[in-house]
């Protein structure tokens, strides 16, 4: 679970680089992308500390995060 998404965040953020450079507004997509890089490395650290009722609601948020992220990388994209 935490695997999938840490390559889900990674592959968001790399697009959103490459928009950039492409010149598009990426300012919204990065915002996302950068809180769901935060809520993973939280579950990360619940894991690591073995609070795990805490893993699945920051997995949860982070995932809605990568597709809002997804979205608004499209949005930018395709004005």
């Known amino acids: 679970m935490l695997e999938d998404l840490c390559g889900q965040v990674l592959a968001v953020q790399e697009e959103v680089d490459m928009a950039k450079s492409e010149g598009s507004n990426v300012t919204k997509a990065k915002g996302r992308i950068d809180r769901a890089d935060s809520l993973y490395k939280e579950a990360q650290a619940s894991f690591d500390k073995k609070e795990y009722a805490m893993i699945?609601?920051?997995?949860?948020?982070?995932?809605?995060?990568?597709?809002?992220?997804?979205?608004?990388?499209?949005?930018?994209?395709n004005p």
């Open 56 to 77: 699945k609601p920051k997995i949860t948020a982070a995932q809605n995060m990568v597709d809002k992220a997804r979205e608004a990388l499209s949005e930018a994209q």
